[in-house]
Every structure is written in C-alpha cells, then in structure tokens.
C-alpha cells in the first residue's frame, strides 16, 4: 500500500486525500487549524465553485451542502456611466445552464476533516515548517504541499516567466451579509466595474447562519475602495462596505439596505500577489515535495477561480498519483503532473491578470457586445465554468469579433 501525505487540509488537498483513501492508499493531512478552530474562525474566501468543479466533489460523494446551499443561477456585468455614475452604462446577465454554490469554507473543511477520519484517513494538526517536511517525506512515497497562502508555501520558487506581477494589484475584502434584496428573475453574480476604483461582486452563499449574501470588494490599491484596512470592528468593516455602494453603486446599494454582517467573524480584508510558483520544492536533505493549489498558482479573486482551480488541480493530481502505480514519484513525474494541470490553468491565469488591468479591445468588445447578444451574455456567463473557453477571443480582437458575429447568429431559446 502506498503512502501519501498531504500538507493543508483545504480546497486543494482533501479532494486529493478523499480520492486516495477510496483507492486504498494510506493516507494522511497534516493541517495547521482542528476543525473547531476553522469553524470558529475568520471567513477565509467567497469560495464559489461552478458546476464542474463542484463534479469533483460529487464523484467524491463529499459533495454535503447540494441541497442547503442556495443555487448561483447566472452571471450579471454592470459598467456605471461615467457621465451619470448612478446609472449603468452595460448591463447584462445570462444563465449558467448548471448551477454554482458557494459554501463558507468554515462550514466545509471541519466536515471534511472529520468525515476524512470516519473514513479511515488520518489527520495530524501541526503547523509544518521545513524540519516537519523533512520528517514527513521520510515517512511517505509521496508528499504533497497543499497549504494555501501559507508562509510556508513560500518555499516553493515564483516563477517570474508566469508571475507578471510582484505586487498586490487589489486590496481584497469581503463582507458575509443577510438580508441582501435578491436579483430580479434569477440568482446571480452581479459584477460591477468601475474603472480606475475597482471591481465589486456578490452573490448568494451558505454560511454558518443559514443561507447570506458574499459581498467582494476589489480597490485599486490607493484609491476609494480601498478602504478596509484600517477599519477597527465587524461593524466599522461593514458600514465601509455599504456607504461604498451607496456612493459608487446606487442600485447595489438599494439592494443592501436592510442588510446585517452574518456574524463577528464574517469579514476579511488583505492583499496578495497573483503568483505562480514552481512546482518542485527541494528540501536540504534531497527529499522533494510536489506543490498543489494556491501554493503553486494563486490568482487575485477577480473571476472568482481560485476554488474552483483548487478542486480541478487535485483531479488532475489523483488521477496522477493513480496512473503512476507504484513506480516512484521523481521530480519528472512531479513536473510533469503540474504541466498538466497547467494546461488548463495557464487560461485561467491569463484571462484572471488581463481582468485586472485596462480592459483590451477584444476584453472590451466581448463585455459590451454581451448586452446586445443573449447568446453571448450566456456564453460568457458559462465561460466561468470553463474558462479556457474564452480563448482564442479573449486574446485576439479578429477571433472576438468572429465570437460576437457567431453568437449573434444563434437562435435565441427560453
Ligand atoms: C477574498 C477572497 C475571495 C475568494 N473568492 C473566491 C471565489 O469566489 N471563488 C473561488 O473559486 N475562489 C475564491 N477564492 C480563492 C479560494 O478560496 C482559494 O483559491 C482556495 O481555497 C485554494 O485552495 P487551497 O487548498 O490551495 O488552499 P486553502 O483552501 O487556503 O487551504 C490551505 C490549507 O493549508 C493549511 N495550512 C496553511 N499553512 C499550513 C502549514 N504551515 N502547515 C499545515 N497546514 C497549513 C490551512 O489551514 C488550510 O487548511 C477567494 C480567495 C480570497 C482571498
């Protein structure tokens, strides 16, 4: 029997572990926080994950909250007018032809952890560090490190030919609220833009409370959204959050009047940058541990994938760990399983930095061309599920164009 240990019990890693365990490896997680301490704790993310990620997770049978979960049924783009900021100057929506959900993380790691021990997996509460990795690869074929944002990940080398960046391009917030007014007709994420001040987003989640609203700011660091760092209380956090709306986003504001923060703990502000990072870490002693997630490829939350790269990296990775039976895992297979998943992250990677820059003419034609094409609004919503879709257009202004002419000519059905 083969054995695997996995550092991070988050998004990325418990697939991967869950995955193992039905195979019969011997599986452990080695994470930093008991369940208790999650649930307990700080909203880490706004988490929502379309359809095919969720599939993951359903093939897993980890997939507890289907039914709680209040559905995301579309995507929604608003641009306010820059001559009459209180109206919008592009506004569309389209479905998603299958539902995303967001589950508040705090609700999904401690059942994964638990439901991971019911099942015969192991889990050690430890904070690792280089000596722990050291031990830890000593022990077992294959150790993978699934540890998020953690300092620890930092290990592992950006790539500057993948990493534009090397500073935070938003100052990140959200705010988990109840009592949001609904979108008329459907759920949604309702984007809206704001050229030169940032992004906001929001949409419908499961939180320990019950089902809220997820409120996701995105300031241009400098500029008026970015606003949260300094703010001294829950409440303080989220009367930031309203006034913004009411000030830069009427109609989002109108639609936030009634609202309430969900709980003490339902806030978060901070700032990172996008970075992706080589794969292989090599420890002093020669052991080398594969990285996985957001330690490998972590991307600004402006498209909402971070979740969802989580969950489709650790199926690229199982299947990996699977196929390789029990020939060793070197640092070739180690490189090679995250080319693979790199395939299809390189897209999501290049389309999340273009979004938080000056939109391209194609970027541009593709958003406005959206409120006159039905078709096309439902092909860019879908798109979130699949972003690799949105290429070669979202890169070539020609390619956009013959989207947009495709899209117009396709019948429009209910
Ligand atoms: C503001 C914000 C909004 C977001 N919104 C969305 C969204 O709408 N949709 C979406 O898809 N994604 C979103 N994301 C991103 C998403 O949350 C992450 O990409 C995803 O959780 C990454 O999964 P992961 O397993 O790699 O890391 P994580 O889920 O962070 O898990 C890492 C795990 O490692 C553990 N750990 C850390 N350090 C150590 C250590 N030294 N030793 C042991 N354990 C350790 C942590 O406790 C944790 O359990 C958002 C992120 C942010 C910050």
Request: net charge negative; glycine share 8%.
């Amino acid at each position: 029997m083969r054995k695997i240990a996995i550092i991070g019990g988050g998004q990325a890693g418990m697939p991967v572990a869950f995955g193992l365990l039905e195979k019969g490896y011997e599986v452990a997680v080695y994470t930093n926080r008991t369940p208790d301490q999650i649930r307990e704790g700080r909203v880490m993310s706004s988490q929502c994950m379309f359809a095919n990620a969720l599939d993951v997770e359903r093939r897993l049978g980890i997939n507890f909250w289907e039914d709680e979960c209040p559905p995301v049924e579309g995507i929604g783009f608003a641009l306010p007018d820059p001559e009459k900021p209180d109206t919008k100057a592009v506004d569309w929506s389209g479905r998603l032809d299958r539902v995303a959900q967001a589950t508040d993380q705090r609700i999904k790691m401690p059942v994964w952890l638990e439901e991971f021990e019911k099942r015969g997996g192991r889990v050690v509460i430890e904070d690792v560090g280089i000596a722990e990795m050291e031990r830890i690869s000593n022990e077992y074929d294959l150790t993978v490190l699934a540890a998020g944002k953690g300092e620890v990940v930092r290990l592992l080398e950006r790539d500057p030919s993948r990493s534009p960046f090397d500073k935070p391009q938003r100052a990140l917030a959200l705010t988990y609220v109840h009592g949001l007014e609904p979108t008329p007709e459907y759920s949604r994420v309702s984007f809206n833009f704001i050229p030169g001040v940032g992004e906001y987003f929001v949409f419908p989640s499961l939180t320990l409370s019950g089902p809220c609203d997820i409120m996701v700011f995105e300031g241009v660091p400098g500029g008026p959204l970015d606003r949260f760092r300094d703010a001294q209380s829950p409440q303080e956090h989220f009367e930031r959050s309203v006034s913004f709306l009411q000030e830069f986003l009427p109609w989002e504001g109108d639609r936030a009047r009634n609202c309430e923060l969900t709980d003490d703990q339902g806030y978060l502000a901070g700032s990172f940058p996008p970075t992706v990072r080589k794969p292989v870490l090599t420890l002093p002693s020669g052991n080398i541990v594969l990285g996985m997630g957001d330690a490998v490829v972590v991307n600004d939350p402006i498209t909402g994938q971070g979740s969802n790269n989580a969950a489709k990296c650790a199926q690229v990775y199982l299947d990996s760990i699977l196929e390789r039976g029990e020939q060793p895992f070197d640092r070739q297979w180690m490189e090679s399983t995250f080319e693979k998943y790199w395939e299809y992250a390189n897209r999501v990677v290049t389309w999340t930095n273009s979004m938080l820059l000056p939109p391209t003419p194609q970027a541009l034609a593709l958003l406005t061309g959206a409120e006159k094409h039905p078709r096309l609004a439902h092909f860019m919503a879908n798109a979130f599920d699949h972003p690799p879709v949105l290429f070669p257009a979202w890169a070539d202004l020609t390619e956009a164009e013959k989207l947009i002419q495709a899209k117009a000519q396709e019948p429009v059905t209910a």
